[in-house]
């Protein structure tokens, strides 16, 4: 592959930057002060302000590959720009480039009606609403997705909905008016492959109730957060069902190719922000005698740093150039590799610059606590690191099974 980025990749990447130095860096503290203040789960004055200004910039929906809803970005171009938005947590909304939004976005492109993606796309599109993904379940293994035991059952034009849900993100914002919801059609298929659906169920309908939310090593994760709910004999039209009866596997491995690289991406771009804020620190504290920077076993640890997040990159983008090139099926392999390095490296670098900063690094005067936290739970979230070696050890065996 080509390794150099685009014109126009390189353009989106220097006004990129600048939007995050004038406005999202130096409101990072200004966004926390609003999130503690009365409601934590009431949007953010300073987010809704800034979504205006990105739009006006033309920082806006930046993703969706092969659409002409989106910029008409690539993976391999919309990557470097998903990694600078990475840097700060909240920053992807800015630009209506959020999980799971930007997945439920890709969805409702490419498997919903005209009509569900005039009443749900459109306004997705627009910023005006956030979504939410129903998928994991408390009771069950839901790493193996067939485990799946919620209910959707056809009742003359309807569809009946009953299960409990959580880790759903974003549902706990009042702003999502949509679940898309997995769970079972055709329990008894002998394929187990062919017993999901996903259906679209708006919030408000009767039988949905969101629990509570779910604390993320003690963050919430505000205002957007993660909840655990209950579809109690939720009914909904039967046009509501995506693409088909039996089909739910089929939107997933759709949806979470692109929402795998897009996690790696901003990881890297947070391990960046890691190593950067690392760097500063050891360059201004002395111990021992001599500045932490000078100490070898920090320069060890940059040195490892910047080699790892480099390797990192480098893969993500050969993974993101398959899913351009022959698909999302055919990159299987290079997606579960990225799933599962970029997770554990952005863990070790975090790590090292929170080990630099001392009793610093594990309060919230910086931010390198909560990204470990979120580092940390991307080895869980779109399947854990275990189902991805698994994946690529098969894949990798397969290479020589008709050798024997």
């Known amino acids: 592959m080509d390794f150099e980025y685009s014109a126009r990749t390189r353009d989106l990447q220097q006004r990129l930057t600048a939007f995050m130095d004038e406005h999202v860096y130096p409101n990072e503290a200004r966004f926390a002060a609003e999130v503690a203040q009365g409601d934590r789960w009431q949007p953010t004055q300073i987010v809704e302000s800034l979504k205006l200004k990105a739009k006006a910039a033309g920082l806006w929906n930046l993703f969706l590959p092969e659409s002409e809803l989106g910029a008409g970005l690539s993976n391999v171009e919309y990557a470097p720009l998903c990694e600078i938005m990475g840097r700060v947590a909240w920053a992807p909304e800015v630009f209506n480039c959020n999980a799971p939004d930007t997945g439920n976005m890709e969805v409702l492109t490419r498997y919903g009606t005209p009509e569900q993606q005039q009443r749900w796309l459109k306004p997705l599109l627009n910023g005006e609403i956030r979504s939410c993904f129903a998928m994991t379940e408390p009771d069950v293994a839901s790493s193996d997705a067939t485990n799946i035991s919620s209910r959707i059952v056809r009742d003359g034009d309807d569809y009946v909905i009953n ?13 999502c008016a949509l679940f898309i919801f997995m769970g079972k059609s055709d329990p008894d298929n002998p394929d187990r492959h062919r017993q999901q659906s996903m259906i679209l169920v708006p919030r408000d309908t009767p039988g949905v109730t969101v629990l509570r939310h779910l604390p993320v090593f003690g963050y919430d994760d505000a205002p957007h957060g993660h909840g655990e709910l209950v579809f109690d004999n939720v009914r909904v039209p039967a046009s509501n069902m995506l693409l088909g009866e039996g089909r739910g596997f089929e939107i997933a491995q ?13 990881l890297i771009g947070l391990a960046e922000r890691a190593l950067e804020l690392m760097c500063k620190r050891a360059l201004s504290r002395t111990a021992f005698g001599k500045p932490v920077a000078a100490q070898t076993v920090t320069l060890e640890r940059i040195a490892e740093a910047r080699i ?31 799933k599962v390095a970029a997770p554990l490296m952005a863990c070790q670098v975090i790590d090292w610059a929170i080990q630099v900063h001392g009793g610093a690094g594990v309060s919230d005067d910086t931010p390198l606590a909560y990204m470990y936290a979120q580092a940390r739970t991307l080895r869980l979230a779109d399947g854990p690191d275990e189902v991805h070696r698994n994946q690529i050890g098969k894949l990798e065996l397969s290479r020589y099974v008709s050798r024997h």
């Open 163 to 175: 299960g409990r849900k959580w880790w759903s993100s974003g549902a706990n914002d009042p702003r």
């Open 254 to 266: 759709g949806r979470l190719g692109p929402g795998r690289i897009h996690h790696c991406m901003r």
């Open 308 to 338: 790892q997040i480099d390797q990192c990159r480098l893969l993500t983008l050969n993974a993101a150039y398959m899913m351009d090139t022959v698909g999302n099926k055919v990159a299987a392999k290079q997606i579960a590799m990225i």
